[in-house]
């Protein structure tokens, strides 16, 4: 491969991140480290749903502000944009600086940007912290999901990998519920919670060690001053990255589009409406479960998870009432509950560790990116083919194809399925 660049100038961007031993993987110290990484996944799902029911009055705040109705909803979905575009060059300062550093400062920053809001009276200048507040989220969950693929390897990788999907999609609900209440209180209460980064901030400072290169990766170093010829995997990521685009919005259509497929067929009361899209979080927690007990090799799976989501995708385009339609969700979020640890744990086994943070932040942009682009496509091919059913029935038909495309490309590459290696940190 072209390009030479010496050890020592590779290891000189880590210092920081080369500086210790594997972590062990079991104990008081191990179970903090996975709570609190666990944790930090969960900021940029709060920042994407907390204020979401608040919105209402908030409008009715600014009501007399030019530009309000387009500004209030951009203040939700602007976090989720600047992280799609900034992931990458977090990944880059990942690799640079090193992920544990990064990580606090990026923790305390959220803290600042998203308790914002409390005292800022312009509409503009929310907005404009919302922004910042994606900054330091692409940097926190860059620098997490970094740390997990640092810490773990194996089995174990998966499993937390697994287990950050599952606890994503958990707090969203939880989040949502919060924001509620607290948005009872006033349009400016739910901002409070972003606080809680300053709990988080030190607790990373004293419980999560500096991860250290692997031992097998430095076994196949060449010797100290002798140059290599290494170059970022581009070629290895472009694929999986681009998969990973398609997939969120193979994630993101149940939870986006189910109250609204519901009203279509009728159900108004939103405590139903409430109940279904939770049965809905709660299949892709299962769908997260499994895929860590199933210890596979994550690429061979994912022709099968795409044609689960394909077959409920399906249900949900020939669904005529709400019990059905609820089963089509199950069975596309138990598909996709499994995609995504399935997708970011692929993207993982292709990265060395000096690779690792900008490797990660390219797979969170294409992720968060799928996420923003997919109500507008969702509300593209509806206007084309005339229902939202109609246009999730496209997008099934779509990952049927993509996942009949994978089967016949890992059939001719002669790929089979293996359980994955038992590893431990």
Not at 232 to 260: H, K, N
Not at 289 to 310: D, E, H, Q, W, Y
Request: aromatic letters at 8%.
């Amino acid at each position: 491969m072209p390009g030479s660049v010496p050890p020592s100038a590779a290891s000189s961007t880590t210092v920081e991140d080369a500086a210790s031993p594997p972590v062990a993987a079991s104990g008081p110290a191990h179970l903090l480290r996975v709570t609190l990484l666990m944790a930090g996944s969960c900021l940029p799902i709060l920042g994407a749903v907390l204020i979401a029911p608040v919105l209402p009055k908030m409008q009715d705040h600014f009501e007399s502000t030019p530009g309000a109705k387009a500004l209030v909803p951009l203040a939700l979905t602007v976090p989720a944009l600047a992280l799609a575009l900034l992931a990458p060059f977090a990944g880059v300062i990942v690799d640079r600086l090193g992920r544990r550093r990064l990580l606090i400062v990026a923790t305390l920053l959220y803290a600042v940007f998203g308790t914002a809001p409390l005292y800022l009276d312009s509409l503009g200048a929310i907005v404009v912290s919302r922004a910042l507040v994606g900054v330091a989220e692409a940097a926190i969950m860059t620098c997490c999901t970094t740390l997990i693929g640092d810490y773990y390897s194996g089995a174990q990788r998966v499993k937390y990998l697994a287990l950050q999907t599952m606890c994503a999609s958990a707090s969203a609900t939880v989040f949502f519920v919060i924001g509620g209440a607290a948005g009872s209180a006033g349009w400016r209460m739910p901002f409070w919670v972003y606080a809680v980064s300053l709990v988080l901030a030190p607790l990373m400072a004293t419980a999560l060690p500096n991860p250290a290169a692997r031992a097998g990766a430095a076994a196949d170093e060449p010797p100290a001053g002798v140059e290599v010829n290494r170059r970022f995997p581009w070629r290895q990521l472009r694929g999986i990255c681009g998969l990973t685009f398609f997939g969120a919005m193979v994630f993101y259509t149940v939870p986006v589009e189910m109250s609204y497929l519901l009203d279509d067929l009728g159900v108004k009361n939103s405590g139903v409406i409430g109940l279904a899209t939770a049965v809905s979080s709660a299949a892709t927690v299962g769908g997260a479960i499994t895929f860590a007990r199933l210890k596979r090799s994550p690429t061979p799976m994912l022709p099968a998870v795409l044609g689960l989501c394909a077959v409920g995708f399906g249900l949900m385009f020939l669904a005529g009432s709400a019990p059905l339609l609820v089963v089509g969700a199950v069975i596309n979020c138990l598909g996709t509950g499994m995609l995504l640890p399935a997708l970011l744990t692929s993207a993982m086994s292709r990265l060395a560790f000096e690779d690792r943070g900008r490797g990660t932040g390219l797979w969170t942009a294409a992720f968060f990116g799928g996420e923003f682009v997919c109500p507008l496509v969702l509300l593209a091919v509806e206007s084309a083919v005339g229902t939202l059913a109609s246009a999730v029935g496209v997008l099934g038909l779509a990952t049927a194809l993509v996942s009949a495309g994978l089967f016949m490309a890992r059939r001719r590459g002669g790929a089979v399925a293996r359980p994955l290696p038992e590893q431990t940190a």
